[in-house]
């Protein structure tokens, strides 16, 4: 998989040098590219911004510098590539979106910054035929796209086969196949600060623990994430043998 990161911030981006995704790049598993979009910019200055038409705070990145740059990243092979845009009023980033795009062969994130970036750029792609997703992390206010970028690749490098070690430890996720949180985990020592580790997990019966470890998803999830408990299918429960 190609991934290309357009940016007036490359640095930001230093931490996908890091962990598994810098391990998957230093081995060819995974092809990122940073790049400044300054660098398709023209005068002295290199501006990128402009005051927004119809008045307004702050300032709107320029569609003419964002078309020279996405041009030549989207331009060469893969033929089939995704525009990705991180923006505060995009689709929510799920698990799902993360499934999806790792199946894709070349995705090309514009991260834009100020109040964002011309509409006409997502437009102009959509209208060319690039299949483009306007995508936010979450509801919370956040200066520019480049942090989004970031949690988007980790969620979507992992899923590129190859990537984790071991392909079962991406099997039962949080936000998984179940549609539950995920089961609290506990390691050795089996006695810390007058906790201990719950019984089942060390008694090896492993049909206990795995009605455990349901049980314990349920439980948080009802607690913490209602929504997504009304949304589980009664496919999905009988599945799992899950009873609400
Ligand atoms: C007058 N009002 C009109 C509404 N705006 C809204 C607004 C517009 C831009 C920005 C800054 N910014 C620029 C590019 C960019 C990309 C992603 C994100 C982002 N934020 N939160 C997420 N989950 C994100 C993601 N993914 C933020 C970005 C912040 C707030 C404010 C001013």
């Avoid at 790049?35 to 005068?43: C, E, G, N, P, V």
């Avoid at 911004?49 to 740059?69: E, K, L, N, S």
């Avoid at 997990?201 to 049980?215: A, I």
């Avoid at 209602?226 to 899950?242: G, N, R, S």
Wanted: hydrophobic share 40%; charged share 25%.
């Amino acid at each position: 998989m190609r991934i290309d990161v357009v940016t007036i911030f490359p640095d930001y981006l230093a931490a996908l040098d890091l962990s598994l995704v810098g391990k998957a790049r230093r081995t060819g598993l995974l092809d990122l590219r940073v790049h400044d979009l300054r660098d398709w910019t023209t005068d002295r200055h290199r501006t990128v911004d402009d005051t927004p038409f119809g008045g307004g705070a702050g300032m709107v990145m320029r569609p003419d510098i964002w078309g020279r740059a996405l041009d030549d990243v989207l331009g060469g092979p893969p033929a089939q590539s995704r525009l990705v845009v991180p923006t505060p009023s995009g689709e929510v980033f799920t698990q799902r979106h993360a499934e999806a795009l790792a199946g894709e062969e070349h995705l090309v994130f514009a991260c834009g910054r100020y109040e964002g970036i011309d509409a006409r750029v997502a437009e102009h792609y959509r209208a060319a035929g690039v299949p483009v997703s306007e995508l936010s992390i979450g509801d919370y206010v956040l200066n520019g796209g480049e942090v989004a970028a970031l949690v988007m690749i980790e969620a979507v490098a992992r899923l590129v086969p190859g990537m984790v070690g071991n392909p079962e430890s991406l099997v039962e996720e949080s936000h998984g196949a179940a549609g539950l949180l995920e089961y609290p985990v506990y390691t050795k020592p089996p006695e810390w600060a007058g906790l201990e580790v719950p019984e089942v997990l060390l008694s090896g019966h492993h049909g206990r623990v795995e009605r455990w470890r349901r049980d314990e998803a349920i439980t948080r999830t009802s607690a913490r994430r209602p929504d997504m408990i009304e949304a589980l299918d009664p496919a999905t429960l009988d599945k799992h043998d899950l009873r609400l």
